[in-house]
């Protein structure tokens, strides 16, 4: 399964952004997807997941309330909806796919190349 991510680009504080993920697996619809981001001081981090199936999400807790995934399986897409970014959230975010929405990074079988978010103040 190949993942390419965009939507990535520089923002001010409060602003937002939407984030794609597009799957080139036929049967997208049978993966969780995942959301990471990593910065070079930091390891890459969890922030979404939506389950396959039932399509049931999860958010770190330093986004919840704020960003929301959600994927449409007919485009073999996810999203990332970004609302109120801060300088705190640049990173380049990472999709990833696999059989559970997990939080763990190593659990994903599929990884896309990347989308750098920078957030100014």
């Known amino acids: 399964v190949q993942l390419q991510a965009s939507g990535g680009g520089l923002v001010r504080t409060g602003d937002s952004l939407r984030l794609s993920c597009t799957a080139s697996a036929r049967t997208f619809g049978a993966y969780a997807v995942g959301w990471f981001r990593q910065t070079p001081q930091k390891e890459r981090e969890f922030v979404a997941a939506i389950s396959r199936f039932r399509d049931i999400a999860s958010y770190d807790d330093s986004v919840k309330g704020r960003f929301t995934i959600s994927r449409d399986n007919s485009k073999k897409t996810a999203y990332l909806q970004m609302t109120s970014l801060y300088p705190e959230d640049t990173a380049k975010y990472y999709c990833?796919?696999?059989?559970?929405?997990?939080?763990?990074?190593?659990?994903?079988?599929?990884w896309g190349q990347g989308t750098q978010v920078t957030v100014s103040s």
């Open positions: 990833a796919a696999g059989e559970m929405d997990s939080h763990i990074a190593d659990e994903y079988d599929f």
